[in-house]
């Protein structure tokens, strides 16, 4: 395993489990049902491991801008879970 494949790999384990954290704490926040919160999670993550799987070699060329955009993402989600809790 290549030394950019290893770090693009574990920077999606980090990013997705910050992501998984941001939206957890949203369904907090609106009152989500845990259960379908959870049932819904797992889906998400199994299609996400699925596709990084299948996908990881095909766009290893533009890593770069994926990186930017799941972290411009985890950003925007961040805020916005943020300001929702501090409204209430």
Request: net charge negative; hydrophobic share 55%; glycine share 10%.
């Amino acid at each position: 395993m290549s030394m950019a494949l290893s770090i693009g790999l574990i920077s999606l384990i980090i990013f997705g489990n910050i992501e998984n954290l941001i939206l957890a704490s949203q369904g907090v926040v609106k009152a989500a049902n845990p259960l379908k919160l959870a049932i819904f999670s797992l889906i998400f993550v199994t299609c996400w491991l699925i596709i990084g799987t299948v996908c990881t070699q095909q766009l290893e060329t533009y890593g770069i801008y994926i990186e930017f955009i799941g972290g411009l993402a985890i950003f925007i989600l961040g805020i916005q879970s943020m300001l929702e809790a501090v409204r209430g």
